[in-house]
């Protein structure tokens, strides 16, 4: 500090972590995190578990902590971003890494299936029939097509689930709504999926969220009329969310 008050520079940071401090900010720009702050604390702490690993000669050490890395990759960012193609690579990387000497390199089902439900999870039972359609046999090998395809789809199929609550919330009291009611939104929603003219996952998800105003208004000046008559007993958020799932799920593409 007196060389730098006299004038003098600063000692340069060592080679290494310069590297790193570099390649981290690189990763915050790359990912552009909502908290930067929290985001290159995880990223330190992979990097340090990365290290300690490597020098035992695992890594990782259990499919538990291969899955959990994987999955921190692919939260980096969300998956309209740039940067979700090149986190979901190296997920695949980290799965495909054998545990122990005995194992050979690769991505076997049983792995890829747990991480699908990793990533569901939020989703709750509704995510059951979805996983089941992109699931692989436990000791098939996984490309990296297959895989790619399976985790959007996963990430694309909690945000129509997002949508599908908010549109319940909009209708509820007291965490209940009318059985009429939901039916009819689950109408508008079945009407605007079936004319969006692609059974693309993203597409399904941008139908899901621009449903005419006009359109839900009519629908619901509709179904408060019917409301009267009304014997059945209300429904439920995660009720409409089953009935709401199958619209999506029956548009994605197998791939297994």
Not at 28 to 57: I, M, T, W
Not at 66 to 90: D, I, M
Not at 106 to 124: D, F, H, M, N, P
Request: proline share 6%; with cysteine.
């Amino acid at each position: 500090m007196a060389a730098a008050a006299a004038g003098g520079a600063e000692p340069p940071l060592p080679g290494g972590l310069s590297l790193t401090l570099r390649e981290a900010l690189l990763k915050v720009l790359e990912n552009r995190p909502q908290d930067p702050v929290s985001f290159l604390g995880d990223y330190f702490q992979s990097l340090a578990s990365a290290a300690a690993a490597s020098e035992e000669k695992l890594v990782p050490r259990t499919q538990e902590e291969q899955v959990s890395n994987a999955l921190k990759q692919l939260l980096f960012c969300h998956y309209n971003r740039p940067a979700f193609s090149r986190n979901t690579a190296l997920a695949f990387q980290i799965l495909s890494c054998p545990t122990n000497k005995r194992k050979k390199p690769g991505l076997k089902g049983r792995v890829y299936t747990e991480l699908l439900k990793q990533i569901c999870g939020s989703a709750g039972p509704a995510s059951s029939s979805l996983i089941h359609k992109l699931r692989c046999w436990d000791h098939e090998a996984v490309p990296f097509g297959v895989f790619r395809h399976g985790v959007l789809t996963c990430f694309v199929f909690l945000d129509y689930v997002k949508i599908s609550r908010r549109l319940f919330e909009v209708v509820a009291e007291s965490g209940e709504a009318s059985r009429t009611v939901c039916q009819a939104l689950l109408e508008a929603l079945q009407d605007a999926l079936s004319t969006s003219g692609s059974a693309r996952g993203t597409r399904c998800l941008d139908t899901a969220s621009k449903l005419s105003p006009d359109q839900l208004g009519h629908t619901m000046e509709q179904a408060m009329r019917l409301r009267r008559n009304e014997t059945s007993p209300p429904m439920t958020r995660e009720d409409f969310t089953q009935l709401t799932a199958p619209l999506f799920i029956q548009r994605v593409k197998p791939m297994c």
